[in-house]
């Protein structure tokens, strides 16, 4: 079973910048689609970021213009820069991989908080 781990979360203030990095324990990034999704407290999972096996990207709505979705292929690592961050962006970050286009496949997440 492939295994995602997340990290690069943390706190940070309005406006501020941070970059999540996934880190599959197999070699999924570039043969898979991958994603990034978060869970906010009390609210659904939603889909922030996705990017297919031929590099198109897909974004929220809500973070289009803010976050970047980017994966290297020979580190096998999949990232999301994210700027100019707001209160509402808090929330638990997930790294996801489409596993053989059947299965989705979840990391532990990551805590992003931005607060002043």
């Known amino acids: 079973q492939v295994q995602l781990v997340e990290s690069g979360g943390g706190l940070v203030q309005p406006g501020g910048s941070l970059r999540l990095s996934c880190a599959p324990s197999?070699?999924?990034?570039?043969?898979?689609?991958l994603g990034w999704y978060r869970q906010a407290p009390g609210k659904h999972r939603e889909l922030v970021a996705g990017i297919t096996t031929d590099g198109r990207t897909n974004y929220a709505e809500s973070v289009e213009g803010r976050f970047t979705i980017s994966r290297d292929s020979a580190k096998n690592r999949l990232y999301l820069q994210m700027s100019s961050l707001k209160s509402e962006d808090t929330a638990v970050y997930y790294c996801?991989?489409?596993?053989?286009?059947?299965?989705?496949?979840w990391g532990q997440g990551t805590q992003v908080t931005v607060s002043s």
């Open positions: 996801t991989v489409q596993y053989r286009n059947t299965e989705t496949i």
């Open positions: 197999e070699n999924v990034v570039g043969i898979w689609p």
